[in-house]
């Protein structure tokens, strides 16, 4: 059997090693580079005609999809996206990507994802990778182009950790930062409460404070209090107050919900 030419793409040296790692171990599958940057992988697939490439999205100097547009007209290996953005992901239905990785993954899913892409190389069964693509669109449970963030990446203890947004009973501002609270921990994350906004479900979230977003599914119970303030009580065992300014907003959130 023929081995299966590997190439390895991501600007983090670590990424790099851990996939290299896990490949390491298949003894169909042989490397045959490694690449810090879109040039360089463009480079090496014109280069060497590898049958598979694991390809991060996110480059400095050329993302994954250039490389693709660039480098692929002739020779089209089997790509498996690496991302730590769910939103790429979906994109990379459209140039027909094997699979993709979301960061962080665990082993399990690293080697559904080389599973598959074993079989359709070895295959070269076309039928078979449309379908496959349209089950892992199901898996995700997102609408392609919706703009509504599903996860979030953040630090935690020096470690990428990814969050599930419906997971979040609410969010405050904190600064540069929204502090981002769930059942048993709080997240520091990057952004301002305002851009965070703009890319969650307003079906699901909506704002009671200049600096508090909740989430609906987690509110137990609305207290009146006095002057069109409110006090939402949290299944968390939480108290949060609203601010007078929003009393509109409120006020269609108790209607709809018959409160």
């Not at 990424?15 to 490949?23: F, G």
């Not at 203890?157 to 709080?186: C, F, T």
């Amino acid at each position: 059997m023929r081995p299966i030419r590997t190439l390895v793409v991501d600007d983090e040296p670590l990424a790099r090693t851990r996939l290299v790692k896990l490949l390491t171990g298949e003894p169909d599958i042989v490397v045959i580079g490694e690449c810090r940057n879109g040039r360089e992988a463009l480079e090496m697939i014109r280069k060497y005609q590898p049958d598979l490439v694991f390809l991060d999205i996110q480059m400095p100097d050329m993302d994954g999809f250039h490389v693709l547009e660039k480098g692929m007209l002739k020779h089209k290996p089997f790509i498996i996206f690496v991302t730590a953005y769910d939103h790429y992901a979906l994109k990379a239905f459209d140039v027909k990507a094997t699979d993709y990785l979301l960061k962080p993954y665990d082993d399990e899913r690293f080697q559904q994802a080389l599973d598959y892409a074993r079989t359709q190389i070895l295959t070269k069964d076309q039928n078979q990778l449309h379908h496959r693509l349209i089950d892992l669109l199901e898996d995700f449970n997102q609408k392609k182009n919706s703009g509504v963030l599903t996860y979030l990446e953040v630090k935690d203890k020096g470690m990428n950790r990814r969050i599930r947004i419906d997971d979040i009973l609410w969010v405050s501002a904190y600064g540069n930062y929204v502090e981002l609270h769930l059942p048993e921990q709080r997240y520091l994350h990057r952004v301002t409460l305002q851009q965070l906004e703009e890319q969650l479900n307003p079906n699901i979230f909506f704002r009671i404070h200049r600096s508090i977003v909740v989430n609906k599914h987690y509110i137990t119970g609305v207290k009146y209090l006095s002057n069109n303030q409110y006090q939402f009580s949290m299944s968390s065992g939480n108290k949060l107050l609203s601010s007078r300014s929003y009393k509109k907003t409120i006020g269609e959130f108790l209607i709809e919900n018959k409160l």
